[in-house]
């Protein structure tokens, strides 16, 4: 994903006579993984098998001993730095969220099944959990609608709305996966780089994990008159939704016709799915703003639409990258700012 300020500006002079601009850039960036050090900071107790170190470690994490289920993790594991919360070495934004992660982690039941044939240290797991993943999206959301049509800082809460969607996580169905446990110098270290490792990493936490490394970034440009701002949550490097906030001095906007382009903008965006949109009036400038959820936003719609040029996919291993994101708005100028940032595992 890439914003142009050239077309940026060249929008803000149009917006002087026209008031609402629009223009976002959008290009595939192809993501990169790396390899991860073994974590040989916990101690397992001695297992026999695949399956009674799965029993072991699922034990752990449903009695609330975080610091032995951290003990199969690998360095690079999302979880390590969730666990770490209860253990005083927080995130200070998210503290409150992964603690109330944590004390629910009690609900979760599980079994250990049979070893996957011909796999050697793969296993089948049902887990029954909190639906996280879908609690957390509808709160993510919900932020994001109110604070595009009222202002304020709900979105950019990343930590807020994360608690709120944890809080309100209601117990989702059983699924089953396959857990990858790795025999590894003595021990047996539960995999996370694959896309099966992920998907039980996701079963066992009932889609939390994919909002692990959740993260806000907020680019803003100013100059006289005229001043832009994008939210970007991300999770990873991945942009999942954002929001843009363009704002114009009132007294270069007929104020007249303000609640006009108030209900326009709205009526715009309540047509197209995935996207949230209002004009506003704060400090004496006229903001327009216009938030856009990438899951369910429709392409088509938005290049129809004249806000969106170019496509996106993100399948396999396409995506809309914060980093390519970020880079470019560095580069013309933008000022971004990422919270929290995650230290490496």
Known sequence: MRIDLKQTRRAHEKGIRAFLSLTLVLVLVFGLTGCDALNLGGKQPKAKSVAEAAENSLTALQSGDFKSFSSYLEEGNELLHVFAAMEGESIPEMDKAYQLFCSQQSDMEFTVGEEVE????????????RDYGSSIYEAMLDALENQAK????????VGGWMEQGISSA??????EA????AAKNGGYYLQHRGYPDLEFLNVLTGGFYDYAD??????TYEEEGYCLRYDIAAVGDTIISF??????DESLVDLSLVEQFKLEQEERCDMLPGIYGSVLMEDGMVFTTFGVDFSAAN????????IVSGAYDTSFAEYLSLSSTVSSFERDG?????????EEE
């Open 334 to 342: 933008i000022t971004c700012v990422t919270t929290p940032q995650y």
């Open 178 to 181: 396959k857990a990858d446990y």
């Open 243 to 248: 929001l843009k906030k363009e704002g114009i």
């Open 170 to 175: 209601q117990m989702g169905e059983e699924q």
């Open 150 to 157: 009222e202002g304020g800082d709900a979105y950019t809460n």
């Open 214 to 219: 959740v993260t806000m970034t907020v680019c």
């Open 299 to 306: 392409q088509t719609d938005l290049v129809n639409a004249g």
């Open 118 to 129: 011909n796999l050697h240290g793969m296993i089948y797991v049902k887990v029954k959990t």
